[in-house]
Every structure is written in structure tokens, then in C-alpha cells.
């Protein structure tokens, strides 16, 4: 973003990454009118609540089943 800046209104780079950094107005298109329709995604899955917590609740079970080396077993 500095680049554009620095390009927009003449000024020299502030460190050499600036200066080295790609300019990102030369892939904006101001030649075009703007488009102001939303591009449309899919949406993902809705996973229910409740697998979630089986999920959870099978995690913290098999962590509790799982010896740990170098710790104390209680």
C-alpha cells in the first residue's frame, strides 16, 4: 500500500522494502466503471451442536486415555 501512496503523490520510498515493494494500483482497473454486484459464495455446512460437544466431549476422554511421557500419572 505504501508503494501506491508513494506513487500517487510523487514521494520517495520510506525504506528500501517500499522501494522494492510491487506497486498494487497497476492491477486496480480505473478504466472500467466499478461493478457493484457482490460476487455470491457457497455456503458451508451447518454441523449441529450437539456433534460438536460429541466431538469435545471425545477429545477430552481420549486425552485422559492417552499416557503422557515425563508427567506424573494421577
Known sequence: MLKAVDWRWNLPPLTPCDSAARN???VLDFS???D????TWPMP??????R???AVNLTARLRL????????QF
Open 65 to 72: 486415555l492417552t499416557p503422557r511421557r515425563g508427567r506424573a
Open 36 to 39: 457493484p454486484t457482490a460476487p
Open 32 to 34: 472500467s466503471p466499478p
Open 52 to 54: 460438536v460437544d460429541a
Open 24 to 26: 498494487i494500483a497497476e
Open 45 to 50: 455446512p451447518v454441523v449441529a451442536l450437539d
